[in-house]
């Protein structure tokens, strides 16, 4: 398995929503990342888990809540988000925290819209 | 980690090679040059990467100057399938263990293959 799958695909919520993201990969990756895409812009990092640990979080607000349940699984919880916070979130996994001939693997996102 | 800059937009004829530019002329010593490119809708896609040595893989070849100030990423027969933003980026490879890293998308070259 070289995927990195994302669920759900698309989500729909409302401001005083609480959803969660889901991320998962098989390829024994230590390292994991989520990162935000705005239409017509670069992904942006969020978040790095490093070894199941929270190792950079990018100022990230407080609505926006990660978790690595364990060495395969990175969830985001959402709460109260505002509609600026549409956008795809993107999952990516690597080696470890210092990609070497393999780069990072992305998901195909979730594409997140708040109501 | 050095800056990249790449032009906004490019267009290749299908079947023919694309010569995507890449300058950077910060990099330093340790600063390895990445490339991924990102479909539409979909997460980004490692394609290459490389230090000082041109490098080439099924993907693509990468070729970086001798004063490593500037490199090219080359698809030798572009097909429609290659219409995507490619992400040029350049950072550093620690050694150590136990230190994050982030991966910094900067704005990209937008390739249209025509027909």
């Known amino acids: 398995d070289t995927e990195v799958t994302q669920t759900p695909k698309h989500l729909v919520m409302g401001m005083t929503n609480k959803k969660s993201l889901k991320c998962e990969q098989h390829?024994?990756?230590?390292?994991m990342y989520w990162y935000k895409q705005k239409a017509k812009k670069p992904p942006e990092l969020m978040f790095v888990?490093?070894?199941?640990?929270?190792?950079i979080n990018e100022s990230v607000p407080s609505r926006f809540s990660p978790e690595c349940p364990n060495s395969s699984l990175l969830n985001l919880h959402l709460h109260a988000l505002q509609p600026e916070d549409s956008a795809l979130y993107l999952c990516a996994s690597s080696q470890d925290q210092n990609p070497g001939n393999y780069g990072y693997t992305f998901g195909s996102g979730t594409r997140l819209t708040v109501v | 980690d050095a800056k990249t800059t790449q032009p906004t937009s490019m267009d290749c004829a299908e079947g023919r090679a694309a010569n995507l530019p890449c300058n950077h002329s910060?990099?330093?010593?340790?600063?390895?040059v990445y490339w991924y490119r990102q479909i539409h809708s979909q997460g980004p896609q490692y394609i290459i990467h490389?230090?000082?040595n041109n490098e080439t893989n099924e993907m693509a070849s990468l070729i970086i100057t001798e004063d490593r100030k500037s490199s090219t990423l080359i698809l030798p027969h572009a097909t429609l399938r290659d219409t995507a933003v490619y992400y040029c980026?350049?950072?550093?490879?620690?050694?150590?263990?136990?230190?994050?890293?982030?991966?910094?998308f900067g704005t990209g070259t937008r390739l249209q293959v025509t027909l």
């Open positions: 888990y490093s070894y199941e640990k929270l190792s």
């Open positions: 980026i350049v950072r550093a490879r620690s050694h150590y263990t136990g230190t994050a890293s982030k991966l910094t």
């Open positions: 910060t990099i330093s010593g340790n600063e390895y």
């Open positions: 390829m024994g990756h230590r390292a």
């Open positions: 490389g230090l000082k």
